[in-house]
């Protein structure tokens, strides 16, 4: 008898076990011509994306309705040369002692040298004046403001200044360093290279490690390794030509981000097929049937896991802010590749290999005992209340620090390493000046009708302005050419990226500028804080609209794949309690174990998306196998048992892997990355291990029939599973 593969989904020819059995059988049958389209579909999208871009300016991430962005495109075509500096020089003693009048002559010179070296794209070196207290005196870089993501223009001129300017400092007693957002963007940049090597190589180590304990082949841990690498090529080149179709901009972080999930999201998908593959051939089945079988069965799983998580990232852009707007589809696109590839090319490269996948290992032909997970079922069935129970109120225990968190804003910070030049002397340059004075808060006054502005009332607001509480000084009016415009930058008394800076613009501030603005002009507050402000908003308007969107959506899918009301609703109120649980726990980490005034402002929404579109994963492959176990005959509780004694191995297997994936960001040396490495990591243990291990299937043997109302999803079916498996392969040959 031939090894063709027809035999799966015969009895299930409709809906999608059909449409899963027909991929299976064309995987299976014709594993050349899948892998031949997938070849000629790589090399269209490689050769023709552009390369990917990113940015570390938060205003680039709002849109012009904000006062803060409308406040900046003013200054800019009010203000055309009175732009701030590219680039900062920060000067100070070697010895930290105050600058004498020597060390200010030196630090002239050391700009007429730096003209002289006649730097690309260094149009003006400017000399501040000594702080007040001495310590740091400056020189302010401008450069031509670029418009083009991909222009390399200010940052090419930061390294030749970072070079130059050391030569230019031998013989003198002072030392000095670079920041300003075009330093800040190089070093990002850097780091972001950086850290993208640094998180591949663990994950890609990690993965091989797992996969190798798990199958004992090192053909097993190598393929999907060597896949997922070449696929990731094609997923960042469909996000490149996303992103130039729709003007999508990313963060330095996103790479590292798509690295991790691209490897651990398809691992999670490929073990979902192979350990499918694997039952069926240690039922008996041939090579080929096995792959169609394992396909039949475990798509639905994998599509449904699959399409929750795109679901939820495609939620994202549904946000205000550019940032997530480019990351929702970003994440989207790269799991769409892995779910394509997990039902396509994976079965068919594994159709060619046969059971030689497994090699030189022969533990694959004998199904293990499963001791372990076959007494925490016959537990958990025995006791689903205590179970459910425990588990949720672990979770709660957890969930009560998420009330403490406190959001930071400062993304150019979080996505450079502590020790990158611009940080270094960011803080430096914070030695030499009170808070607020590194980075003021700009009150723009622009008349409605194109009349002069009045002194006299210009002089009256600045009084105005310098009487708002948290407040610290205020400079004088500086007019615009035509005198229609003028500026005014507002010292705060606190650090700009303060709770107290943010509240004094959020409100006195902006309320009095707006109030007290002279008869006919309009007043715009902007500047960093105000960014700040603005992100917030933008933020809380995203919590409201983003995550009820996210939770319809996937609750709709899981009522389509489970055909039932009651278990899409305490599916859902579990990955709510795990968010919940898993922000609590990164709260008491970083903020109040680690004495951090705030937590990226980013984080909540990236965790929502993973944790309940992974928690949802996970939860639907432990379901759909308690409904199989329910539709072989077993009652309620017995069913449990049998899933989490089936289906526990698969997700405990997927649950490390993915966790440990994500791990590897904390080795990034990022605070963004090592808080949302530790907050996605401890959201797939709380998913994998507590949630879809025990809480799922604790609730639904608690609720028994009821759980797949008004459907009856897990009504008995004729024959049991394994009886139901060698039917579906019948006459499609077996292993002798």
Not at 483 to 502: M, N, Q, R
Not at 522 to 540: E, F, H, K, P, S
């Amino acid at each position: 008898m031939t090894e063709d593969a027809r035999g799966p989904g015969r009895q299930h020819g409709g809906g999608e076990r059909g449409v899963f059995a027909a991929l299976g059988r064309l995987a299976a049958n014709h594993p050349w011509r899948v892998i031949a389209v997938w070849i000629i579909a790589a090399i269209a999208v490689i050769s023709t994306a552009p390369q990917l871009t990113s940015t570390t300016d938060e205003a680039s991430f709002l849109p012009s309705r904000y006062e803060s962005i409308q406040a900046a495109n003013l200054q800019t075509s009010a203000f055309p040369q009175a732009a701030a500096p590219a680039a900062i020089i920060v000067l100070e003693r070697t010895d930290g002692s105050a600058l004498t009048s020597a060390d200010s002559a030196a630090a002239q010179q050391v700009a007429t040298k730096l003209e002289q070296a006649r730097i690309a794209d260094v149009t003006a070196l400017q000399v501040g004046q000594p702080s007040a207290n001495r310590l740091i005196q400056t020189i302010g870089v401008q450069m031509p403001k670029e418009s083009d993501p991909q222009d390399t223009h200010q940052t090419d001129a930061v390294k030749a200044l970072r070079t130059q300017l050391q030569t230019d400092l031998s013989g003198t007693d002072l030392k000095g360093g670079i920041t300003g957002t075009a330093a800040q963007t190089l070093d990002s940049q850097s780091s972001s290279d950086k850290s993208g090597l640094i998180v591949g190589v663990g994950t890609i180590g990690l993965i091989i490690v797992l996969l190798l304990v798990i199958f004992r082949s090192p053909i097993a841990a190598l393929l999907p390794v060597i896949t997922i690498a070449l696929l990731s090529q094609v997923a960042d080149g469909l996000i490149a030509l996303a992103s130039k179709a729709f003007n999508l901009q990313g963060s330095s972080s996103v790479t590292s981000l798509l690295i991790v999930v691209l490897f651990g999201v398809g691992t999670d998908y490929y073990l979902f097929f192979v350990y499918r593959y694997r039952e069926r051939l240690r039922g008996g089945d041939a090579s080929r049937p096995a792959v169609a079988a394992a396909v039949t069965r475990a798509g639905e799983a994998i599509f449904s896991a699959g399409g929750a998580v795109i679901v939820s990232f495609l939620a994202l852009s549904l946000s205000t802010l550019g940032l997530f707007k480019s990351l929702g589809p970003s994440l989207a696109i790269a799991v769409a590749v892995t779910l394509l590839a997990g039902l396509t090319l994976i079965p068919a490269i594994v159709s060619l290999l046969g059971p030689r996948l497994f090699w030189p290992s022969k533990a694959w032909r004998q199904e293990p005992k499963g001791a372990r997970f076959t007494a925490i079922g016959r537990t958990l069935g025995r006791h689903p209340g205590r179970f459910a129970a425990a588990a949720a109120i672990a979770m709660a225990a957890l969930a009560i620090g998420a009330f403490s968190f406190h959001p930071s804003f400062d993304l150019s910070a979080g996505s450079t390493s502590s020790t990158a030049e611009s940080t270094v002397w960011q803080t430096q340059l914070e030695r030499g000046e009170p808070a607020g004075a590194t980075n003021p808060t700009e009150v723009l006054v622009k008349s409605d009708n194109s009349t002069k502005l009045s002194a006299t009332e210009l002089a009256a607001y600045r009084s105005d302005i310098a009487g708002v509480s948290g407040v610290g000084t205020v400079s004088q009016a500086i007019p615009n050419p035509t005198d229609t415009v003028a500026f005014y930058e507002v010292f705060l008394t606190h650090d700009p990226s303060s709770s107290a800076a943010l509240n004094t613009v959020k409100g006195p501030l902006r309320t009095t500028a707006h109030q007290a603005a002279p008869a006919g002009t309009t007043a715009l507050v902007g500047g960093t804080t105000a960014i700040y402000v603005d992100i917030q908003a933008a933020m809380n308007h995203d919590y409201s609209v983003v995550f009820p969107v996210a939770a319809v959506i996937i609750a709709l899918i899981l009522a389509l794949v489970l055909r039932s009301v009651v278990a899409p609703l305490y599916l859902l109120a579990s990955v709510g309690l795990g968010f919940a649980a898993t922000l609590g726990a990164t709260v008491l980490l970083f903020q109040r174990g680690s004495n951090s005034n705030g937590l990226i402002f980013m984080l909540p929404i990236i965790m929502y998306m993973f944790v309940v579109a992974l928690g949802t994963d996970y939860n639907i492959l432990m379901i759909t196998r308690l409904r199989e176990e329910s539709r072989a005959g077993r009652p309620p509780r017995e069913a449990a048992a049998e899933a989490v004694r089936h289906a526990g191995p698969t997700i405990a297997s997927a649950g490390l892997i993915l966790a440990g994936s994500f791990a590897s960001l904390m080795l990034a040396g990022q605070s963004l990355l090592t808080q949302m490495g530790f907050a996605i990591t401890a959201g797939i243990v709380i998913a994998a291990f507590v949630m879809a291990m025990f809480l799922t299937p604790a609730l639904t043997a608690v609720l028994g029939h009821a759980a797949w109302w008004p459907g009856r999803a897990d009504a008995r079916k004729d024959v049991p599973v394994l009886v139901e498996a060698e039917e579906e392969t019948e006459g499609a040959g077996r292993t002798r």
